[in-house]
Nanobody, 125 residues
Framework: QVKLVESGGGLVQAGGSLRLSCAAS????????MGWFRQAPGKEREFVAA???????????YYAGSVKGRFTISTDSAKNLCYLQMNVLKPEDTAVYYC???????????????WGQGTQVTVSS
């Protein structure tokens, strides 16, 4: 089993930045991929970013088109942490953000075995 705990969410004005963290514990050696998803009220959970990398920068990373160029995913394998740096935030980025872990990192939420409880991000206009 792997436990994931997100932190770093909050309220920020449009144009601002936030960094989300995801702390993994347990059998983390079984999870090669990490991903971030988000869910806004009344909408389905959608892909944000994913990586299969271990270390300070992603070995490879996928991004949703809506966040590409603004968000950056990275991992710190020594600390079992995954980050999502979010810059130039927009009101449409408002959602609960979830960290996920699985055998590989990609855009398909069905490929992930473990999920965190989520952290709220609210961007005011």
């Amino acid at each position: 089993q792997v436990k994931l705990v997100e932190s770093g969410g909050g309220l920020v004005q449009a144009g601002g930045s936030l960094r989300l963290s995801c702390a993994a514990s347990g059998r983390t050696s079984t999870t090669k991929g990490m991903g971030w998803f988000r869910q806004a009220p009344g909408k389905e959970r959608e892909f944000v970013a994913a990586t299969s990398g271990k270390g300070g920068s992603a070995y490879y990373a996928y991004y949703a088109g809506s966040v590409k160029g603004r968000f950056t995913i990275s991992t710190d394998s020594a600390k079992n942490l995954c980050y999502l740096q979010m810059n130039v935030l927009k009101p449409e980025d408002t959602a609960v953000y979830y960290c996920a872990a699985g055998p590989r990192g990609n855009y398909d939420r069905d490929d992930y075995d473990y999920w965190g409880q989520g952290t709220q991000v609210t961007v005011s206009s």
